[in-house]
């Protein structure tokens, strides 16, 4: 049945279009790597990360892991369409390129590019299609972090500068548990973390711990890491272990699921078009760190949404203040683009651009996931990437930097 639904949206995009309707191809880059003779199958990917499975297991998740459901809204809201594609060209090492040379060149599922509520350009490869739901991996930390900034305008969690404690009891007595929300959404709680995702790293050890049947539950498995290498908030150190207990924060704060929380405070609100899912660990507890899947429109209207500075139909869904804080950091701060990382900042649990040239001091930031998974969002032209992807490597990705490239050439050439 999949195959002749395929087929048959195949057969109505027909060749690449002048305008933007969605365009689907059945193959993409090395895809004889990727299974496409065994039609792309469904398996876990292991801890060798397996490229033959890397499509299947990214597009449909849900079969292969436990997950809570967030319904769609009642109605969704539409998307405009251009009269035409965009033609957009980008230079990257001493060459021009197109967007047709990078979908040939990278293993990307999906890519869509909006301008607020109207798509400029919408292909997908290796088979996939509108209706396929993308694992978000690391995306899911960004979402998090506005339900904490959600939960602390509704007065479930008070401050930023509460230790996690103070929501988690589980944690007292403990250096995590001192951890002040706000060092957590900076990644910088100070606790020893390795995430480098070789399968024997702490990032691994998180995993084995949360999904192990019989386990003694997600507090305990964060437990398991509290050697304290910094006072908290004043180095960046990526782990995903701050983020699980951001999660285990919101939920004791306001007594919901995350899943849940995130359907009524924003996924209805926003006029999402299919549910999603959020993969949870043995204990029924959302895995925060990560792993929410839906169609890559819905990620525009999420990504649409934080361009807007959490307005949506003139009604504030996340606070504005809270996202400005979220999607900045002070210059000179541990946060800021080129002191965090060589190239990004970070602000709350999202990752901040630096300044490209040509665009002067602009506000940016993404959204970002191991293996291509990126939301880019520019505030001030309403611009928003949506990129899902199946790239071989998930650390020290040599295929990220060009992404960026593309990136700021659209910038530049539609965000004036």
Not at 294 to 317: E, I, P
Not at 349 to 360: A, D, N, S
Request: charged share 15%; net charge neutral; aromatic share 10%.
């Amino acid at each position: 049945m999949r195959t002749l639904l395929l087929l048959l949206l195949l057969l109505a995009a027909g060749p690449a279009r002048a305008d933007t309707v969605a365009v689907f191809s059945p193959t993409g880059p090395d895809a004889a790597a990727y299974g496409a003779a065994e039609g792309y199958p469904v398996h876990a990917i292991g801890p060798q990360r397996l490229q033959r499975y890397l499509v299947g297991a990214f597009s449909h998740a849900e079969q292969l892991l436990p997950h809570r459901i967030i319904p769609a809204a009642p109605s969704a809201a539409p998307f405009a369409r251009a009269p035409a594609e965009i033609a957009l060209s980008y230079p990257y090492r001493g060459a021009a390129h197109t967007l047709a040379d990078y979908l040939e060149r990278h293993p990307v599922t999906g890519l869509l590019i909006v301008r607020d509520r109207t798509i400029m350009f919408e292909h997908y490869q290796y088979a996939r299609t509108d209706r396929d739901h993308f694992l978000s991996q690391s995306m899911a930390k960004t979402v998090n972090a506005m339900l904490v900034g959600i939960a602390i305008a509704e007065g479930s969690i008070r401050s930023v500068d509460d230790p996690a404690a103070t929501y988690v009891p589980g944690l007292a007595g403990s250096q995590l548990g001192a951890t002040p929300i706000r060092a957590l959404l900076h990644m910088a709680s100070g606790i020893a973390f390795t995430e480098v995702y070789d399968g024997q790293d702490d990032s691994a050890k998180l995993g084995r711990l949360l999904w192990q049947k019989g386990g003694a539950g997600p507090v305990a498995a964060v437990r398991q890491f509290d050697t304290r290498t910094a006072p908290p908030d004043t180095a960046f150190h990526y782990a995903g272990l701050n983020s699980e207990v951001l999660g285990l924060v919101l939920s004791a704060a306001t007594r919901m699921h995350p899943s849940d929380y995130l359907g009524s405070r924003i996924w209805q609100r926003i006029g999402t078009e299919s549910e999603a899912t959020w993969q949870v660990d043995a204990a029924g507890q959302e895995a925060t760190m990560c792993c929410i899947s839906a169609v890559l429109r819905d990620w525009a209207r999420f990504g649409v949404l934080l361009a807007n500075d959490g307005a949506w139909d003139g009604r504030q869904v996340i606070p504005r203040q809270w996202l400005l804080d979220a999607t900045t950091a002070a210059p000179g701060s541990p946060f800021a683009p080129g002191v965090a990382t060589r190239f990004y900042g970070y602000g709350y649990q999202t990752w901040l651009f630096p300044p490209f040239p040509g665009l002067g001091e602009r506000r940016q930031f993404a959204l970002l996931g191991v293996h291509g998974q990126a939301v880019f969002v520019d505030p001030p032209s309403k611009l928003v990437l949506v990129h899902t992807a199946v790239r071989p490597k998930a650390s020290n990705d040599p295929m990220g930097p060009e992404l960026n490239a593309l990136w700021a050439a659209l910038v530049r050439q539609f965000g004036r």
